[in-house]
């Protein structure tokens, strides 16, 4: 059996995505730009191979496609404030190109593209899917916009027929996943502990789908298995408010949830100070203001088409967030994070 690359293992829904076919006895092999400075996911990735390689760099990128089968495309520059904007293009677009087009001169059979529920469109006061219209106007900051693009990018790769060059390539967009060895943490990990150590005062009125990672990595082995290509698989859980999400939270760890709610126009200005601040000094800002402005939209969206197609199930969100909040708890985050250490994989 030919190996499968994994691209962001050491990240959260990488991981996952290894682990679940390292658990079915399918060779690994994962890309990792600093396998040193990753040692503590990849040590618990048991038998998958580990090759060096970066997404900017195209050489790297084929030597770590040569000989595989199925690739899953999971890595991605995930922040919500960065330093450089031009660093997230070069990695989520140009990084997404050279894979792809590695994939498509070395034969791979399948490529899974994990791509954002960020991508897809949001009606007023609606739930989205795969057919809400949407353009890249709508994507707010470099981090909605470099994904989008690159998901253009993968979309366009599957549907080359017309040259002959066309690559085998399915698309899914998770929602919002939470739940066990979230290393870094995501900007949604961060959320919750800073709940679990009191850091979190007040709420903004907006809402997220919340999916358990482990069903999120799941969708992604459904997709291979089962997913159209050139079609797009939303792959969510439920949709709730951000208070229902810290209600589940408190009622998870015993903590009480905030009852105050921020109006949005404190919360943007807020994030601009942030940002603006930020910009000064180099350093993550405390509420990044693309942060904000994602946050004015409920983001919901529904996973019919997954179920129907790919038979996509997601188990509860409380549990899901209840398993997330033990994790971080066990580990050591809270109290890593209060006192201003922040965990690398």
Not at 61 to 67: D, E, F, K, L, T
Not at 101 to 108: E, F, L, S
Not at 158 to 186: M, Q
């Amino acid at each position: 059996m030919k190996p499968v690359l994994v691209t962001g293992a050491t990240g959260f829904v990488g991981w996952h995505v290894a682990r679940n076919l390292l658990e079915r006895a399918v060779p690994v092999r994962v890309m990792a730009r600093n396998p040193q400075a990753s040692a503590q996911a990849l040590r618990q990735l048991p038998g998958a191979e580990v090759v060096q390689g970066d997404l900017r760099d195209a050489d790297s990128v084929g030597r770590a496609v040569a000989g595989c089968g199925v690739v899953y495309h999971v890595a991605a520059d995930y922040r919500l404030w960065v330093p450089k904007p031009e660093e997230m293009y070069r990695s989520n677009v140009d990084g997404t190109r050279n894979l792809l087009q590695a994939a498509r001169i070395h034969g791979v059979e399948k490529v899974v593209y994990t791509s954002t529920v960020g991508c897809i469109g949001f009606p007023d006061g609606g739930v989205g899917n795969e057919e809400t219209p949407v353009s890249l106007e709508l994507m707010k900051g470099p981090y909605k916009r470099s994904k989008f693009m690159a998901e253009q990018v993968a979309l366009e790769f599957a549907g080359l027929e017309f040259t002959g060059k066309s690559l085998p390539v399915t698309v899914v967009n998770p929602t919002t996943p939470v739940g066990d060895h979230d290393f870094r943490p995501t900007p949604t990990g961060k959320m919750i502990v800073d709940f679990l150590r009191g850091a979190m005062p007040a709420f903004l009125d907006t809402g997220l789908n919340i999916v358990d990672v482990d069903d999120v990595a799941k969708g992604h082995l459904a997709a291979c298995e089962r997913g159209r290509v050139g079609e797009r698989y939303i792959l969510g859980g439920e949709n709730l408010t951000l208070q229902q999400i810290l209600g589940k939270l408190a009622a998870a760890s015993g903590r009480k949830a905030p009852g105050i709610r921020v109006p949005y126009a404190v919360a943007y200005a807020a994030g601009a100070v942030s940002t603006a601040w930020a910009g000064v000094t180099g350093k993550e800002p405390l509420a990044p203001l693309d942060a904000v402005r994602m946050a004015r939209q409920k983001m919901w969206a529904s996973s019919d088409k997954a179920a129907r197609e790919l038979g996509y199930t997601a188990r509860p969100a409380a549990e899901a967030l209840a398993r997330a909040a033990e994790w971080f708890q066990a580990n050591g985050y809270r109290e890593n994070m209060a006192a201003g250490r922040r965990r690398t994989a």
